[in-house]
């Protein structure tokens, strides 16, 4: 915690008011235009500003559990996630929409392996309600260590839903929204896209 307190302390000094960046903060107090909305996990391993270069009011985030997309709610109850979502692309005009999985990941894992969760309910509620419509049936010996395959085949069952929100209907049939599915390896770095035109669960090299 210290590190982070230390630097949260100087980088108003070190970053903000050094001469090469002081321009580009300055302008952000006039809003923001960010052009992609990335969703990604919440996993401490994954940091989306680091793995796409992305500055300041370049990216606009929602970050979730095995970065799930839940279910539009139709029964009027609002949602963060739903929140989030609807003001990226109707409010803010983002142009398009990454959802980015990652290897290893403890949720879509947890899944596939039918981990017990009965410790954590409000997690297993949650996974309950996203993964498993979307999680490959295997046996537990046949999941590789990094679950890449599952993770790959959720990232991409995330933009089915996400066409389902009348927001993002909107966007796609008036032809100025993208939707993207990546695949990220903590480990090597390495980024992957969802190639459709491939195969259904065809990634390969960004």
């Not at 403890?106 to 410790?119: E, K, P």
Request: glycine share 8%; charged share 20%; with cysteine.
């Amino acid at each position: 915690m210290k590190s982070l307190i230390d630097n949260a302390r100087s980088f108003a000094v070190t970053h903000v008011a050094d001469p090469q960046h002081i321009k580009a903060f300055r302008a952000l107090e006039a809003g923001q235009s960010p052009e992609v909305l990335f969703i990604s996990c919440s996993d401490s391993r994954v940091v989306p500003a680091l793995i796409t270069g992305a500055r300041p009011g370049e990216l606009f985030e929602l970050r979730t559990a095995g970065n799930v997309v839940p279910l539009y709610p139709d029964d009027n109850r609002p949602t963060g996630e739903a929140a989030t979502i609807e003001y990226a692309v109707r409010v803010l005009g983002v142009r398009d929409i990454v959802v980015c999985g990652h290897s290893h990941c403890g949720a879509v894992g947890a899944v596939v392996r039918s981990d017990d969760l009965s410790a954590v309910p409000a997690v297993r509620g949650w996974l309950e309600e996203a993964v498993p419509r979307h999680a490959p049936v295997r046996s537990v010996t046949e999941v590789s260590p990094d679950v890449a395959e599952a993770v790959q085949a959720h990232a991409v069952a995330q933009l089915e839903t996400l066409r389902s929100y009348p927001c993002v209907k909107e966007r796609l049939e008036e032809g100025i929204l993208g939707l993207h599915a990546w695949y990220y390896e903590v480990h090597t770095g390495a980024v992957s896209v969802h190639r459709p035109e491939e195969g259904h669960l065809s990634f390969g090299p960004l």
